[in-house]
């Protein structure tokens, strides 16, 4: 057993939001500066940049998880990770029929760039990513884990698109066994605000869009090894 | 001016999916708009009809608390049966209409007879 330096919420190119400057290199290099162990790549709705970004982190020491950030129908944010290419993007191809084919306005949104291990663009992502898939909070959690991977809301103290924004509190659901908090999140006040959350382990992350705020986040977890099957043994166990 | 909710689900086209004798005893003295569930906790107010779109499980929660005796779900967006059983044990109405909240409102505002607040 280890401690692991965790930031498992930050942006790529990919993410309209993202900034033009969170190419691969550009990240790892940031993750290693600020000793992240692992991180993972948690675009909007998409994992296309994910297996970019695991092979350029591996060079470098780096476990990076192929993760995504999902909008739910209800608008509210939930971190899914995965830690095997071949399930990830399973999941990502029926996530991606589940966005709504709406095209993305980039004067408007911003770029969504695909990159490859050289940094050189691959295409731009036409459907706008900035947007809700039309999967509720259940099914999202449960398709997550039906696929093997770990899902848990993002930024549940954040006053929009969390699940304390959107559904006023934390609904029963055994798929919730961990909440995302934001990198200036002060806990005992949040706790205070909101007893309930006192249920769950707290994971803090970045939701890092500039290259400056990756590691402002995160979250030292004690485990064998980075992988699905360990983040699902430990946040189990603190429940 | 109190709302006469059986008649108001005429107007609106909509159907009361939470059978119940008690319907013409649930006295409506305004509304309120909203599909953020922090915001209704917060912001909504007892006995107002509230009209929304959300349809997860604890809208029902969020009623009980705020006070709300009856929800209309716009756009015939039906929400699932463990909805509808949580809203019976609650005794909050459940109503189902094919308008979009904007008509609905401008609805209630008319029957409610209610001006513009500044």
Known sequence: MRQWKCDLHIHSVLSPCGSLEMSPTAVIKRACEEKLDVI??????????????HRVAEKAGIFCFWGVEIQTMEEIHVIGLFDDEEKAMSFDRELYEALPPIPNDPDY???????????NIVRCEEKALLNSVMWDLDQTLQSIDDHGGFGFPAHVNATTYSLISQLGFIPPNPLIKALGITAKCNDDEFLAAFPMA????LI?????HYLKDIGSGFTVIDMEEPSIAELKRIYAANK | MKLDLVKFT???????ITPSDEMENIAITGGYVSDLLSDVMGNAKDGQLWITIMRHLNVIAVASLAG??????????????AIIDKAQQEGIALIVSPLTTFEISGLLYRELKLEPTS
């Open chain 1, 40 to 53: 993972a790549i948690t675009d909007h709705n998409t994992m296309a940049n994910s297996s970019v970004f």
């Open chain 1, 109 to 119: 949104f911003g770029d969504q760039v695909v990159v490859d291990d050289e940094e």
């Open chain 1, 198 to 201: 006192a249920r769950y382990p």
């Open chain 1, 204 to 208: 803090r992350n970045s939701d890092a």
């Open chain 2, 10 to 16: 005429e107007i609106i086209q909509g159907e009361l």
């Open chain 2, 68 to 81: 709300i005796p009856a929800i209309v779900f716009a756009r015939n967006l039906k929400p699932e049966a």
